[in-house]
């Protein structure tokens, strides 16, 4: 159960009783006045304003649709501006980019000189960087030119004429080493060996 005051000498009472039994007031009474007496103040009416706002701004934005879906304008000198604008951006990054990757290939580059294969390039620039790379592993392929691998094993113990194959075959043979005999034409490309 809560209390409240009454109106009259201020005293705490029951929210159920109907007369104050300190002073006799009569508190249902006065509180339906007090009720209506709130309930009647009058409400503060809206002027439009809003309203009028509203409408304006929707006029604006139906006449801004309106303009967007039946114009006409020439927008090309937009689009040049911006693809310039974008064509320099990206020249920039190319730029930069092309220059990180020929800093890169000049360290391979130098790696590659500083090693066994690059020392064979500079003796021999117009054999391939993976015809050099192979020699210096020592290994022997078909394809291979003879004079690659007179560099590789030195001189061959013997060269002889051979029918081995078509046409005229030249046979040239090392005596100490596995492979020991290789065959190719007027070419000077290896075709095989035993």
Known sequence: ???????????HISN???FCPQCGYSIKENSKKAFSQTS??????NNGCGIAILFILGIAFIGFL???CTGEEDNSGLTTNAVTHISKEDSIKNKIRNDSIDKQQKIEEEKFLKSKAGKIHKKHPEWSKEDCINI???KIWIGMRYDML?????KPDNVNTSNYGDGPQYQACWHDYDASCFYFDDSQIITSYN
Do not use: A, F, W
Not at 1 to 11: A, H, V
């Open 1 to 11: 159960m809560s209390l409240s005051k009454c109106p009259q000498c201020k005293n």
């Open 136 to 138: 210096s592993e020592n």
């Open 40 to 45: 009647n103040t009058p409400i503060k009416q």
């Open 66 to 68: 309106i303009n967007k």
């Open 16 to 18: 159920t009783d109907h």
């Open 150 to 154: 007179v560099y590789m094993r030195g």
